[in-house]
């Protein structure tokens, strides 16, 4: 905004100041923001904390490997590394007024290291980055072999823009602007957007396959629709993964056979999208499950499956829960590494169940699941929502699990599940929740419908 428009006094950008200043400043932003700011000389170098590139030569005897951490926090933390071991780039024109208005030499800036027991750890890393040049160069290879390996046939990498922009970055900031992968990896983040006759506006991912598993499941079964459906479900199978592997086989010994979140995302295949796709194909084709690509995504999710019961979305994790509470990502819960979640596993056993008559080895899955699915509930008797908002979200998904599982059950957890529909039903006959749930008790299951 303030590079477009000339005057700091306008209303527009008073209004986003005084919000930035009552959130905390720039000192509590997230890390990347603090990066692009440092980037542009705005925020001074040595106030940010970088992540050390170095964690690219992380020995495999440590308990913890960067393979182990969630797929979101790979594909942001990697590049981000290989940018703050480039350098701030040239400050922009205006980065000196920018600093001042923001209050940055005030601020008080915070990183993820700041909690006491992980300063020797930052205290080291910073030691080793100086002392030894020539591991930051081996370190910077070796992040860039991994985007290599991680990145899809059509240039994306991460399936999502911030994951993308910070490749793109690192690109450039390289001189490398004029390479095959930069241009690949920039036609592949302008798919991301799309412009009107008055603004151009840019999606943070694309839903492909989980809004058409939506979609082919909504739509009723019959002649009329008998068309649309077969070519929903050939559109599926063009895109399911069956010869791409990625880290979540660290811990799942078994052949890929998943669909991802977005389009032709194939490193990172998501196990309710999965579920969802499976399903879907299903209720409009009875043999779907029995063909090769139904057995190929049945045995998927049953081999990621966690011993507790649950599925989380991307991998299925062996060790290192501990540092979801020692490191907080992005300001979200358990997110270092991807745990089994509710409303995740959720989807995974509705769709099993939906299948179990043809395959009867899925049961004790279904027994496993459901017990965590109970056990995930909250004080209030609900579910919470991870990938959408929240309790609604949540308590919807685990309800019609458990429903497919136990056929019409009138145990506690439905009459609960009954009661919170009917008293957050607004009076326009429709539902609606807001993220301050996450924060207040007092908001859970209210909003516009």
Known sequence: MRRTERSPHRAPLKNARARIEALGGPGKANPWTQLYLAMLGIIPWHLIYRTPVEIMLAP????????????????????????????????????ESLSSELRVPHADFSHPFSNP????????????RNSIPALKNLAIRRAWEMIASFTEAHGDFGGNT?????????LYREG?????????????????????????????????????????????????????????????????IT??????????????????FGDHHDHFPVTDCTALALMASAKHDPAFAKSESGRLAINWLLGMQHEAGGWSAYEKYARGKWLNKLIKFKDIENALVDIPKADVSAKVLESLATVRAAFPHVEPALRSGRGFLLASREANGL???????????????????????????????????????????????????????????ARIGVGPS
């Open 60 to 95: 495999r005897w440590l308990p913890i490997q960067l393979a182990d951490l969630s797929y979101w926090v790979k594909a942001i933390t990697v590049p981000m590394a290989l940018l703050g071991s480039l350098g701030p780039a040239p400050a922009i024109e205006m980065a």
């Open 117 to 128: 027991l992980l300063a020797p750890l930052r205290a080291l890393s910073e030691s080793v």
């Open 162 to 170: 911030c994951t993308a922009m910070n490749v793109l970055m690192a």
């Open 176 to 240: 490398r602007e004029n390479s095959p992968e930069f241009k690949a990896g920039y036609d592949s983040l302008m798919s991301y957007g799309w412009e009107t006759e008055n603004e151009w506006r840019v999606q943070c991912c694309q839903s492909h396959v989980w809004d058409t598993g939506f979609a082919l499941s909504a739509l009723p079964r019959g002649h009329a629709n008998a068309s649309a459906a077969s070519e929903a479900i050939a559109w599926f199978k063009e895109r399911q």
């Open 243 to 260: 010869n791409v592997g990625g880290d979540w086989q660290r811990n799942a010994k078994v052949a890929p056979g998943g669909w991802c």
């Open 383 to 441: 579910w919470k929502g991870n990938y959408g908002v929240n309790y609604l979200y949540g308590t919807a998904f685990a309800a019609k699990a458990l429903r497919e599982i136990d056929g019409c059950p009138r145990e506690d957890w439905a009459v609960a599940t009954r009661d919170f529909f009917l008293r957050s039903q607004n009076s326009d006959g429709g539902w609606g929740e807001a993220e301050e749930s996450y924060r207040d008790p």
